[in-house]
């Protein structure tokens, strides 16, 4: 199992490493949203080993650009979080929302974990975990995803270049449609727009 590790120096030794896993062909998205909604309100030993179990952050691989439209939407996730600043419940979730277009919190957590986390018709997941060194995750992935891990770069054959489109309202901007007709320059237009986005939202919100 590919599981990529990115350092973070910069933020508390707790949230300063973190990994990131890519599935396609999951079969059992259903089950793991599921899973995530019935671990958030469990009791007792059995809630804290469930949620142990499902403590990462899942999103939908179809409406990632690119690994460093992922990687800023961390980044900035690990901010808010060192700053005390965090929006959402955990940094996981911070994550989902981070990578939403809209600014408010709330509903828009909602939102974000519809459009964002994993829903039953998911496919392709990333997995993306932060804590505080560096941990061997394959056996836990495999037990929690029924999926095909894959490499990061496996991802241009997964996104979904029309739905990012449609989120982020970007069929009448300018930039895009002067690249139509040339799909290696209209999707590295989208990326740019998008992890530009991400990377101003802290700012807007």
Same mark, same amino acid.
């Given at each position: =199992?590919?599981?990529?590790?990115?350092?973070?120096? #910069?933020?508390?030794? %707790?949230?300063?490493? $973190? +990994?990131?896993?890519?599935?396609?062909?999951?079969?059992?998205?259903?089950?793991?949203?599921?899973?995530?909604?019935?671990?958030?309100? =469990?009791?007792?030993?059995?809630?804290?080993? @469930?949620?142990? *179990?499902? !403590?990462?952050?899942?999103?939908?691989?179809?409406?990632?650009?690119?690994?460093?439209?992922?990687?800023?939407?961390?980044? +900035? *996730?690990?901010?808010?979080?060192?700053? &005390?600043?965090?929006?959402?419940?955990?940094? +996981?979730?911070?994550?989902?929302?981070?990578?939403? /277009?809209?600014? !408010?919190?709330?509903?828009?957590?909602?939102?974000?974990?519809?459009?964002?986390?994993?829903?039953?018709?998911?496919?392709?997941?990333? $997995?993306?975990?932060?804590? &505080?060194?560096?941990?061997?995750? *394959?056996?836990?992935?495999?037990?929690?995803?029924?999926?095909? /891990?894959? /490499?990061?770069?496996?991802? #241009?054959?997964?996104?979904?270049?029309?739905?990012?489109?449609? +989120?982020?309202?970007?069929?009448? @901007? /300018?930039?895009?449609?002067? *690249?139509?007709?040339?799909?290696?320059?209209?999707?590295?237009?989208?990326?740019?727009?998008?992890? %530009?986005?991400?990377?101003?939202?802290?700012?807007?919100?």
């Amino acid at each position: =199992m590919t599981i990529q590790v990115y350092h973070y120096p #910069q933020f508390p030794q %707790s949230q300063a490493t $973190v +990994h990131i896993a890519l599935f396609s062909n999951v079969k059992n998205a259903a089950q793991l949203r599921t899973r995530l909604i019935q671990a958030a309100t =469990m009791q007792g030993p059995e809630g804290d080993v @469930e949620r142990e *179990a499902v !403590n990462f952050a899942f999103i939908d691989a179809r409406l990632i650009c690119s690994v460093q439209h992922l990687r800023t939407a961390i980044y +900035h *996730a690990l901010l808010a979080s060192a700053q &005390g600043a965090l929006r959402t419940k955990s940094v +996981h979730s911070e994550i989902i929302w981070t990578l939403n /277009p809209t600014n !408010n919190a709330r509903p828009f957590i909602t939102e974000a974990l519809r459009r964002y986390g994993v829903s039953s018709t998911s496919q392709s997941l990333f $997995v993306v975990r932060v804590c &505080g060194q560096v941990q061997d995750f *394959a056996d836990q992935l495999s037990a929690t995803v029924d999926g095909t /891990p894959v /490499p990061l770069t496996h991802l #241009q054959d997964i996104t979904d270049w029309e739905t990012i489109k449609k +989120h982020y309202k970007l069929n009448s @901007e /300018p930039a895009i449609r002067n *690249a139509a007709g040339d799909r290696g320059a209209e999707r590295a237009k989208i990326d740019s727009i998008v992890t %530009s986005s991400v990377a101003t939202k802290m700012v807007m919100a």
